[in-house]
C-alpha cells in the first residue's frame, strides 16, 4: 500500500443540520459522526519536512518538532551523530550539544559536510547556523579547517547580525557553504573560493562567513556546484566563479570573480536553481527547464556543452517543479536526465539519458506528488507524497547504494526508487483528516458586543484495539461575508473572552466562556483514550464570532475542517 492511500485512515463524514433563528443571532447545530473505517489503523509514519543529499550521505528533516536524521557515507562525520560509522538507515544527529532543545528548520548538504539553520520552535530570533563533516576548506564555518563529527556553530558575521536580521536559507556545495539573511537580503559565504564562486572579486577562501557583493543582495534562491555558483535574485540568474565549460551561462567560457548574468530566452522569470559539478540548470514562472555548461554525459540533451542557458523541457502547465543536480544528471520532478550509471535517474535502468525521462512510478512512489529533490552525486531523493496535503509525506532514493545513501538498509544500487527506512526514526502526532464541515450562517442586524455561535457534536471511533489516543484539533477555519460588502470576520482571537471581529471555539456541554483562538496552528479541542468497542470519543464542540457592527443582514459562509491527532 502507499502512503497517500486513505482506506485505512480515511474518516467518512455524515451530516445532519438543523437551524433554529433567535432576535439577535442565529445558531446552527452541526452533527458530525467520524468513524475510522473498520479494522483500519491510523497513519504513525513519520513526516518528512526536508531533504538533503550530499556527495554519498543524505539527511532529511522529520516531523513538526525539526528532528533530523542521516544516513550513508560517514568517513568525515557528515552524519553528524558523534561516529564515522557509516549507516545505511537514518541516525539521529547529535543533539546532545548546541542544538539541545533546538529544532532544525532547514538543512543542506555538500559533498562531505552537512549544515543546518536550528533555533527556539515558532520563533526566529535565534536562528543560527550549524555545521558538522568535512572542514578541510573551512566549509564549516568555525574558523578552523578540522572535521567534526558533531554539529559546530558557524561564527563571524553570522554570530553577530544587527537586530531583525534573521539567517533564512542555507546552501551546501562541494566544499563552499552559504547563507541568506533574509531580512536585509545580504548573503555569506565560507569554505572553498578558489575559483572565486564567492563572487567577492578574490579567491581568497574563509573559514568563517564573508559578506557578498551587494549585486547578491535578496537572494531567493542558490546553487553551489564543485566550483561555481548561482543565485536568483528578482527571478534573474546571476553566476560567478569557474566558467571554462560554461557553467556560468553568460555566453562565455571564462572564469569571473564577480557576478554575470545569465541571458534566457524570452526573458523568462527564473524560480529555482540548481547545480551539478561542472554546470547548472533553472526552472522558470512557466513550467520551462533550462540548463548549461558541460553535456559529458547527455545532462545538457547531448548536444556538445553550452555556455548558453538551453531549453531542456518545456512542461507546458505553468506550474513549477522542484528541480536539483548531481555530478552529471538533473531531475525536474519526476523526470531526469543525464548521468545514469548507478541509476540515479530512477527509470529502472543504468543506462544515461540525454532526454527527459520519466522516473518509475509503478512501485513506491506511485500515485505520489514530488514535493521536492536533492540530487547527490550519483543518486537522487525525492519528498514525495499526497498532492493535497503532507500527512503522508516521505523520501524516496535512486542510484548508488554502496554507502548506504539511499537509506534502505542496504548497500545495493537501485535503479528504481526505493523507500527510505524509518524504523529508527521517532514519530510524532500525525494529522490525519476528518472531513470539512460547509455551512452558511446568517446574522441579522447586531448592536455591538453580541457574538453568534454555532455548536457541532463530534463522535471518534477508531475500531481499533491498539490504545490510540486521539486529540481532535481545528485546522483552519474560513469566513467570508456574502453581501459584497468588505467586513471580513478574521480569525486572530486569543483565549479568553471571545474578541471582537474574531472567531473562537470553545468545547462543553453549553456555550463556553472562554474561547480559544482559531490561527494558522491547529489548536487542542478534545483528547482521550480511543476506545475499543466502537463506544468512541465524543465531545461538543462550539464556534463563535463576535462583531463590532453589522449594518445590514450579512450570510457568512464559513468552512471548518478538522483534523484528529494519533499516537500509541
Keep these: 500500500m502507499q502512503p497517500n492511500e486513505r482506506s485505512d485512515n480515511y474518516f467518512t463524514l455524515k451530516r445532519a443540520v438543523g437551524g433554529f433563528a433567535l432576535s439577535v443571532a442565529i445558531g446552527v447545530l452541526l452533527t458530525n459522526i467520524l468513524p475510522v473505517v473498520a479494522g483500519g489503523t491510523l497513519n504513525n509514519t513519520p513526516v518528512a519536512k526536508a531533504i538533503a543529499a550530499g556527495g554519498a550521505h543524505a539527511c532529511a528533516i522529520y516531523n513538526t518538532a525539526g528532528q533530523v536524521y542521516c544516513w550513508g557515507e560517514n568517513d568525515r562525520g557528515q552524519l553528524g551523530n558523534g561516529t564515522n560509522i557509516d549507516s545505511s538507515v537514518p541516525v539521529a544527529v547529535d543533539m546532545s550539544g548546541l542544538l539541545s532543545g533546538l529544532t532544525v528548520k532547514k538543512v543542506a548538504a555538500g559533498f562531505a ?66 547563507a541568506v539573511v533574509v531580512s536585509g537580503g545580504a548573503t555569506y559565504c565560507w569554505g572553498d573560493n578558489d575559483e572565486g564562486q564567492y563572487g567577492n572579486n578574490t579567491t581568497t577562501s574563509s573559514n568563517t562567513p564573508v559578506l557578498m557583493v551587494s549585486s547578491w543582495d535578496n537572494v531567493s534562491d542558490l546553487a553551489i556546484g564543485m566550483n561555481h555558483t548561482c543565485a536568483v535574485l528578482n527571478m534573474m540568474v546571476l553566476c560567478s566563479g569557474a566558467g571554462a565549460d560554461g557553467q556560468l551561462g553568460n555566453q562565455s567560457n571564462n572564469d569571473s570573480l564577480t557576478p554575470v548574468t545569465v541571458p534566457f530566452v524570452g526573458h523568462d522569470d527564473v524560480t529555482s536553481i540548481s547545480a551539478g559539478f561542472f554546470f547548472s540548470c533553472a526552472m522558470t514562472t512557466r513550467a520551462l527547464f533550462y540548463c548549461w555548461g558541460d553535456d559529458s554525459s547527455g545532462q545538457l540533451g547531448g548536444n556538445g556543452g553550452t555556455n548558453t542557458a538551453t531549453l531542456l523541457k518545456d512542461f507546458g502547465d505553468e506550474k513549477s517543479r522542484p528541480i536539483a543536480s548531481g555530478y552529471a544528471h538533473s531531475c525536474a520532478g519526476f523526470e531526469c536526465i543525464g548521468e545514469n550509471g548507478s541509476g540515479q535517474l530512477g527509470d529502472g535502468t543504468t543506462v544515461s539519458k540525454s532526454a527527459m525521462t520519466a522516473v518509475d512510478t509503478s512501485g513506491v512512489l506511485n500515485g505520489l506528488t514530488a514535493k521536492s529533490i536533492s540530487a547527490g552525486f550519483d543518486f537522487t531523493c525525492w519528498i514525495a507524497g499526497g498532492a493535497d496535503n503532507d500527512f503522508y509525506d516521505a523520501v524516496y532514493c535512486t542510484g548508488a547504494g554502496v554507502d548506504g545513501q539511499l537509506g534502505d538498509n542496504s548497500t545495493a544500487n537501485s535503479s528504481v526508487p526505493v523507500a527510505v527506512d524509518t524504523t529508527n526514526v521517532t514519530k510524532e502526532d500525525v494529522y490525519i483528516m476528518l472531513g470539512t464541515s460547509e455551512d452558511a450562517i446568517t446574522l441579522s442586524p447586531v448592536p455591538n458586543g453580541n457574538a453568534d455561535v454555532a455548536s457541532l457534536d463530534l463522535t471518534v471511533v477508531t475500531n481499533n484495539s491498539n490504545g490510540y489516543n486521539l486529540t481532535i484539533k481545528t485546522d483552519e477555519v474560513n469566513l467570508v461575508c456574502g453581501d459584497g460588502n468588505s467586513d471580513k470576520i478574521v480569525p486572530q482571537s486569543a483565549d479568553g473572552s471571545l474578541e471582537t471581529n474574531a472567531w473562537g471555539f470553545g468545547v462543553g456541554a453549553s456555550e463556553p466562556t472562554a474561547w480559544k483562538g482559531i490561527e494558522a496552528s491547529a489548536k487542542l479541542i478534545a483528547s482521550g483514550a480511543a476506545a475499543t468497542d466502537d463506544s468512541g470519543i465524543s465531545t461538543k464542540v462550539w464556534f463563535g464570532v463576535k462583531v463590532d457592527y453589522l449594518t445590514a443582514v450579512c450570510n457568512y459562509s464559513g468552512e471548518v475542517m478538522f483534523s484528529a491527532v494519533a499516537t500509541i
Design 113 to 178: 559536510h552537512t549544515c543546518v539553520i536550528a533555533g527556539v520552535a515558532n520563533s526566529t530570533a535565534s536562528d543560527a547556523v550549524y555545521c558538522w563533516g568535512a572542514g578541510d576548506k573551512g566549509q564549516l564555518g568555525n574558523g578552523s579547517v578540522a572535521d567534526s563529527n558533531v554539529p559546530v556553530a558557524v561564527g563571524g558575521a553570522l554570530m553577530s547580525l544587527s537586530a531583525g536580521e534573521v539567517v533564512g536559507e542555507v546552501y551546501a556545495g562541494f566544499a563552499t557553504t552559504c
